[in-house]
């Protein structure tokens, strides 16, 4: 039997917990540090900071923890892997140098420069009169991106050039990223239909997801600033089986050998952030770990079992990886007003929903002196639902949403749209 640590606090760390428990090889799951809404399925929640490494180490040692799985790329950028390895401890997830595919945009792209992976051509700058410069000659629309790690927020697409310019202003000048921003990717726009792919990695085996397509603009019509993501279905059926297996071949395969072969091996979930462009798939981003909130609408099909999928790849043996083939799992974030900039803290968050097909993964949540949960964080908790088509899907969330009081909250009302 497992006994299987997980590190985050989100929706998506929610959704993987819930996902090992379904396995009947899985004694226990704890998550450090978790959220309070986490507790309602059983989840044990462990209050040691995802920084403190020592103290998880020995946690892991004294619970005799089969194996930890890392959801966020802080941890791992912070070199969380390298450190469990280091003491004999299993780990899942990119040592601290392969998780720089995340932890630097640049990285991300001369990889894909040497391996001839399709992806948006770029320049990198730390210089703001020099960017500017840059700017002015290609004109826009223009995509500005903070080099390193912003939460989903780093990235402006800019349609004008004054708008790209007072993005670079405020990563290079005004400090808006701290050092994440004191370098800027200036990337030619992409046209096309957007999708996640995640794959279970290892060194150079890799194992595809079902793909997500994710909404990260805030408001409805993809209006408004880029959040983290604030809703998501899987599959995406307008993106056909082709368009897939084109980026497997041309992507994710020479990314994972390549690394392999530049001596930093990837092990985990690679998320590859793709658009679907006349010229083929190409890349606009890489993670180093499950995202948020394709997670939570992509486990719920895969029909294996997750815990034995990382057990067997941490022991290098075959997993067995299999997805439900009908209907489409659908998910809607519920956000405190104000996200993704200073938002509403402390409003009463809804623990019973009336229809029992929607499940909810809680991620900004505590709890308050009378045992309610209550919102603290800027994405507070996503709705999810399977149905038999996006519609049927999306009318199960809103009706559920339309019955429960949201005083302070937002959602998008239109999740899915672009499978219609
Ligand atoms: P990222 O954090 O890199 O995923 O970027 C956030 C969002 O900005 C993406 O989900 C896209 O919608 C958009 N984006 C990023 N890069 C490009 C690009 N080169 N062309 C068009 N849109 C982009
Ligand atoms: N949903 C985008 C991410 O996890 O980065």
Redesign the pocket.
């Known amino acids: 039997m497992f006994k299987i640590l997980v590190i985050g606090f989100g929706g998506r760390e929610h959704a993987i917990a819930k996902k090992f428990l379904e396995s009947e090889k899985v004694e226990k799951v704890y998550v450090a540090k978790g959220n309070a809404g986490m507790k309602r399925d059983g989840i044990i929640l462990v209050d040691i900071a995802e920084d403190d490494h020592a103290s998880l180490i020995q946690f892991a040692k004294e619970k005799q923890i089969s194996w930890t799985f890392v959801g966020p790329e802080v941890p791992l950028l912070n070199g969380i892997v390298d450190d469990f390895t280091a003491v004999g401890l299993k780990i899942f997830g990119p040592t601290k140098a392969a998780a720089m595919i995340e932890g630097s ?1 640049n990285f991300a792209k001369e990889i894909m420069d040497k391996y001839d992976v399709p992806t ?1 051509s770029y320049k990198t700058f730390s210089d703001f009169s020099k960017a500017k410069a840059y700017v002015e000659i290609k004109g826009a ?1 223009i ?1 500005i ?1 903070a080099d390193g790690l912003a939460a ?1 927020k ?2 402006v ?1 800019a349609f004008t050039v004054e708008e790209a310019i007072l993005a670079l202003s405020n990563m290079l000048e005004g400090n808006q990223f701290g050092e994440s921003g004191s370098c800027v990717v200036v ?5 096309g239909e ?1 999708f996640s792919l995640l794959s279970f990695v290892k060194g150079e085996k890799i194992y595809p997801m079902v793909i997500a397509q ?1 909404h ?2 805030a408001y409805d019509n993809d209006k408004g600033p ?1 959040t983290g993501g604030m809703g998501t279905y899987s599959p995406v059926l307008q993106i056909s089986q082709k368009i897939v297996d084109e980026a497997l071949e041309k992507i994710i395969k020479p990314v994972a050998s390549g690394m392999g072969k530049d001596g930093t091996p990837f092990t985990g979930i690679l998320y590859a ?1 793709l ?1 679907a462009t006349k010229e083929g798939p190409k890349v ?2 890489f993670n180093a770990r499950f995202g948020d909130p394709e997670t939570q609408v992509v486990l719920p099909r895969l029909t294996s079992d997750l815990a034995q999928i990382i057990d067997d790849l941490l022991y290098d043996k075959e997993p067995v990886v299999t997805w439900h083939k009908d209907g489409v799992t659908l998910g809607v974030v519920v956000a405190a007003e104000g996200y993704p900039r200073e938002y509403k803290k402390g409003m009463l968050v809804p623990a019973e929903f009336k229809n029992s097909e929607v499940t909810p993964y809680y991620a900004g949540v505590a709890c308050n002196e009378n045992g309610e949960l209550i919102a603290n964080g800027g994405r507070v908790f996503l709705l999810c639902a399977t149905a038999d088509n996006v519609k049927t899907a999306q009318k199960k969330i809103y009706d559920e949403l339309d019955q429960q009081t949201l005083d302070g909250f937002f959602y998008r009302k239109d999740i899915g749209y672009k499978a219609d």
Request: aromatic letters at 4%; proline letters at 4%.
């Open positions: 945009k948006a629309p995509v991106k989903g780093g990235v697409v990337e030619e726009f992409l046209e957007e994710d990260k603009r880029n952030g658009i606009i981003e």
